[in-house]
């Protein structure tokens, strides 16, 4: 009785059920053998790439690749691990600090971010290393305003020989005329 016991495992866990490898080469072969019948009934036929060079072969390899390939293709922003994100701000500082408006905007903009590079130095979870250089606040009050008054000379007016008419004075002189 125990043989027919033993016979109807045996049979449940086939029917049905996951299929049951005894080797690796058994598993090997029934997945190039799944390959090799989806290939013959062209489903890997006309797929997006087919035939073209992969992108950024040449490149060097980069652990993070998926996760950065995955932020570019989706445009994702804010999603980006402290590291990543502090590289990108240090490369846009400049343009940042020129829309602030005044100098303690400025120095509270450099605080914070001098406040980040270090918060991001000490963390323990590992990842990518903080390579973002710390900034000098007085360094960037004195380059802001070097930006700020490089964009604001006045030009050689060319019209200050003659004085401008307002549009009103020549109506009003020809309508009392």
Same mark, same amino acid.
């Given at each position: 009785?125990?043989?027919?016991?033993?016979?109807?495992?045996?049979?449940?866990?086939?029917?049905?059920?996951?299929?049951?490898?005894?080797?690796?080469?058994?598993?090997?072969?029934?997945?190039?053998?799944?390959?090799?019948?989806?290939?013959?009934?062209?489903? $890997?036929?006309?797929?997006?790439?087919?035939?073209?060079?992969?992108?950024?072969?040449?490149?060097?390899?980069?652990?993070?690749?998926?996760?950065? /390939?995955?932020?570019?293709?989706?445009?994702?922003?804010?999603?980006?691990?402290?590291? $990543?994100?502090?590289?990108?701000?240090?490369?846009? $500082?400049?343009?940042?600090?020129?829309?602030?408006?005044?100098?303690? /905007?400025?120095?509270?903009?450099?605080?914070? $971010?001098?406040? %980040?590079?270090?918060?991001? %130095?000490?963390?323990?979870?590992?990842?990518?290393?903080?390579?973002?250089?710390?900034?000098?606040?007085?360094?960037?009050?004195?380059?802001?305003?070097?930006?700020?008054?490089?964009?604001?000379?006045?030009?050689?007016?060319?019209?200050?020989?003659?004085?401008?008419?307002?549009?009103?004075?020549?109506? %009003?002189?020809?309508?009392?005329?």
């Amino acid at each position: 009785m125990t043989d027919t016991h033993n016979d109807d495992d045996r049979g449940s866990a086939s029917v049905g059920g996951p299929p049951q490898w005894n080797t690796d080469e058994e598993r090997w072969a029934a997945v190039e053998t799944a390959l090799e019948l989806a290939r013959r009934r062209g489903e $890997f036929d006309n797929l997006p790439g087919a035939g073209k060079p992969l992108k950024d072969i040449e490149k060097p390899r980069d652990p993070d690749w998926w996760i950065k /390939q995955k932020i570019e293709t989706e445009q994702l922003t804010g999603m980006a691990p402290p590291v $990543f994100q502090l590289r990108k701000e240090h490369q846009q $500082f400049d343009e940042t600090v020129d829309a602030l408006n005044s100098e303690k /905007q400025v120095r509270d903009y450099v605080d914070d $971010f001098n406040k %980040r590079v270090r918060e991001a %130095r000490r963390q323990l979870h590992g990842g990518p290393p903080v390579v973002t250089p710390t900034r000098d606040a007085d360094a960037e009050v004195v380059a802001w305003h070097q930006r700020r008054d490089a964009r604001t000379v006045p030009e050689t007016d060319t019209t200050q020989s003659a004085p401008r008419r307002r549009w009103w004075h020549g109506r %009003r002189g020809r309508q009392e005329v």
